[in-house]
């Protein structure tokens, strides 16, 4: 079944519904490709944004072409639909994204790390947390 969520952000409600495995699929390992540009970065951990660490933000954006996340973008906008501030109106992302986000970048990014962590959150904390169990001695799971 597919998970749904409701968020607020500037002002504005967003129902972010999951894609389908189908999508999902091939998304997921885009998804991983671009993350780990910023793998020395997360395996610092929370906290650690001292000017070596900015640099490999900034090191890491670099590296990102933005025509790479249209897709991960495109899914996101098609899965979410948004209401207007009074609640009256719900129209789904994709058929308002450049009117509805534009000069709203902080509230655009948000809106994607959020279907993110919808669409890829569990895979990436049960991922982590296998991988953290590997580097204390953990064994993984046999197949």
């Known amino acids: 079944m597919r998970k749904q969520q409701t968020v607020n952000i500037e002002g504005f409600t ?3 519904s999951q894609m389908g495995a189908v999508e999902g699929r091939a998304l997921v390992l885009l998804f991983l490709k671009l993350l780990g540009r910023f793998a020395p970065l997360l395996a610092k951990g ?3 944004l001292d000017a070596d660490a900015l640099d ?4 890491a954006i670099n590296t990102v072409d933005a025509k790479e996340l249209e ?3 495109d ?3 098609r899965h979410a639909q948004v209401r207007s501030k009074d609640g009256k109106t719900r129209q789904v992302v994709s058929e308002v ?7 709203e970048y902080f509230a655009m990014m948000k809106f994607f790390i959020e279907s993110a962590k919808l669409n890829f959150g569990d895979f990436l904390g049960k991922a982590l947390a296998q991988a953290g169990d ?5 064994q993984a799971p046999s197949p």
């Open 14 to 16: 967003y129902e972010l």
């Open 46 to 48: 929370a906290g650690a």
């Open 56 to 59: 490999a933000i900034g090191t």
């Open 71 to 73: 897709p991960l973008w």
């Open 75 to 77: 899914a996101f906008s």
């Open 97 to 103: 994204f450049d009117e509805h986000f534009a000069g």
């Open 134 to 138: 590997l580097t204390s001695g953990g």
